[in-house]
């Protein structure tokens, strides 16, 4: 039995960037698609985004959270008729007068067989009651991993039977991509980009206590840091991410506030990183990060600054890679990206960095 169970989540897991469109392919192909993961690693956000790439409304549905009734409606006497008449839920009916997406979400945490048996007449029967969904409506389900001790009930392999299964894996990539693009805290953004060397821990780390290092806790941590007091931070991020990862996020904060990113722009002081004087790739980070930080916050970029960016890009011992991902940082500033085109050297810190991505993929 517990081979079986093991096997019911062995689907391959596969990065956030591949997975989208191998469940876009599923779906569209009529089949309904079951997403396992670990708790808060995005199964959630890559149903939307694959919603909103289908222009279909998502009705989110947590078994858990649901009377059986919220599935599969009630039934009550018609007198006219001497039948009993579905009373069903405000989302079947959507389901059934026009294309959507139905996501089971936390299918598996601990529903009841009523629960499990509502849940395999909408994905088999692509209906609930007499109601039938709309030919165009999508079914799709996910669920956290058995060793995840997330309050996992395990599927019975009738209904696994019926999906076509995923795992998303945990994707730092990924994420920081998404984090980037939705407004996600710069230095927590920061601070993962620059230590990826430790593994995918560091973005998820289920340490068995409450509050642990997920992509989910990362972006609450987020919100937290940038809108709280000072005297608060440390605290809510703790609560949010754990002690352990709190300390070594902080542990960052600190090194950042090292830097003096206007004295290296406005006065061309290039930090050393050479010699016994180098810094650690920490704080080589804290000091990329720091700058374009601070220079995507002026109103107004000097063209007498532009000389020193590119001098510390070019810095003697500064590794390639930091190069490339300051002018990153800063291409959100189209302004001061173009601008940067025409100060001497950048043609050539441009052309090898275009070397080393080449270098990278042969």
Same mark, same amino acid.
């Given at each position: 039995m517990a081979r079986r169970r093991q096997e019911l989540t062995a689907a391959p897991a596969y990065p956030f960037d591949e997975l989208v469109p191998l469940v876009r392919a599923a779906l569209e192909a009529g089949a309904a698609v079951m997403l396992h993961g670990h708790p808060g690693v995005g199964k959630s956000t890559l149903a939307g985004e694959i919603a909103v790439a289908l222009g279909l409304k998502v009705h989110d549905i947590r078994l858990a959270q649901r009377d059986p009734a919220e599935l599969a409606g009630v039934f009550f006497p018609d007198e006219r008729r001497q039948t009993l008449a &579905?009373?069903?839920? %405000?989302?079947?009916?959507?389901?059934?007068?026009?294309?959507?997406?139905?996501? =089971?979400? %936390?299918?598996?945490?601990?529903? +009841? #067989? &009523?629960?499990?048996?509502?849940?395999?007449?909408?994905? &088999? %029967?692509r209906r609930v009651g007499p109601l039938s969904f709309h030919p165009k409506t999508v079914v799709m389900a996910a669920g956290n991993l058995e060793g995840d001790e997330a309050l996992v009930t395990p599927m019975s392999s009738a209904l696994a039977n019926r999906f076509v299964h995923f795992t998303l894996a945990v994707d730092m990539n990924a994420w920081l991509t998404w984090a980037e693009a939705n407004g996600v805290s710069p230095t927590v953004v920061a601070y993962l980009r620059g230590h990826q060397r430790f593994g995918r821990a560091l973005l998820y780390d289920n340490t068995g206590e409450p509050a642990f290092p997920s992509p989910r806790s990362w972006e609450m941590a987020a919100r937290l840091f940038e809108s709280a007091a000072p005297e608060l931070r440390r605290r809510l991020v703790a609560a949010a991410v754990g002690p352990e990862a709190a300390e070594k996020f902080f542990?960052?904060? #600190? =090194?950042? @506030? #090292? +830097?003096?990113? #206007?004295? !290296?722009?406005?006065?061309? @002081? !290039?930090p050393d990183f050479t010699g016994d004087n180098a810094y650690d790739p920490s704080l080589t980070h804290a000091v990329i990060t720091a700058v374009a930080s601070w220079l995507a916050e002026q109103p107004t970029v000097k063209d007498r600054w532009l000389p020193n960016i590119i001098r510390l890009a070019t810095a003697e011992g500064l590794d390639p890679e930091y190069a490339f991902l300051l002018l990153r940082t800063l291409k959100a500033r189209t302004d001061l990206t173009d601008r940067l085109k025409a100060v001497p050297g950048y043609r050539e810190l441009a052309h090898d960095l275009v070397q080393l991505q080449v270098g990278l993929y042969q």
């Open positions: &579905l009373l069903a839920p %405000e989302w079947v009916r959507s389901a059934a007068e026009e294309p959507c997406m139905v996501f =089971l979400d %936390e299918i598996n945490a601990a529903v +009841t #067989r &009523l629960h499990q048996a509502a849940a395999y007449q909408i994905v &088999l %029967e542990s960052f904060v #600190r =090194l950042q @506030k #090292r +830097t003096r990113p #206007r004295a !290296i722009v406005v006065q061309g @002081k !290039i």
